[in-house]
C-alpha cells in the first residue's frame, strides 16, 4: 500500500514556474520500489499523461505537450518525487495528480494503482 500526498499547487502568471511534490507517507514500502508518474485533468477533459520515471531514475517519460517544459525527479532517500514546471501556459492549468506503479508502463496510464488527491494549478495569461 502506498499513501501519496501531494503538495498544494497554486496560481502563476504565463511564463512563470511552480513545482509539485509527491510524498509517500506511511508506507509499507520505500518509493523505490515504484515507477512515478504525474497526470492532470483539465475541466470537462480526460485525465492525461504528464510525466514519468523508472525505479532507478534513468529513464524519463514526457508527454509532447511539456517537453522541454516540465522535469519530473525523484528523491528516493526522501521518498519523494517531483515536477517542476516552466514556462507555463494557460493551457497548462488543471487539477494534477501523481501516481504510482510498482510497473513503469503501467504508471505511465490511468491504470497506475496508487494516486494523490490531486492538486489544482492554474496558469492566467
Known amino acids: 500500500q502506498v499513501v501519496l500526498v501531494e503538495s498544494e499547487g497554486g496560481v502563476v502568471q504565463t511564463g512563470g514556474s511552480l513545482s509539485l511534490s509527491c510524498a509517500a507517507q506511511?508506507?509499507?514500502?520505500?518509493?523505490?520500489?515504484?515507477?512515478l508518474a504525474w497526470f492532470r485533468q483539465a475541466p470537462g477533459k480526460e485525465r492525461e499523461f504528464v510525466a514519468a520515471i523508472s525505479q532507478s531514475g534513468a529513464d524519463t517519460y514526457y508527454a509532447n505537450s511539456v517537453k522541454g517544459r516540465f522535469t519530473i525527479s525523484r528523491d528516493n532517500a526522501e521518498n519523494t518525487f517531483y515536477l517542476q514546471m516552466n514556462s507555463l501556459k494557460p493551457e497548462d492549468t488543471a487539477v494534477y495528480y501523481c501516481?504510482?506503479?510498482?510497473?513503469?508502463?503501467?504508471?505511465?496510464?490511468?491504470?497506475?494503482?496508487?494516486w494523490g488527491q490531486g492538486t489544482q494549478v492554474s496558469v492566467f495569461s
Open positions: 506511511n508506507s509499507g514500502r520505500r518509493i523505490g520500489s515504484y515507477a
Open positions: 501516481a504510482a506503479d510498482s510497473l513503469t508502463s503501467v504508471v505511465r496510464t490511468t491504470r497506475a494503482g496508487y
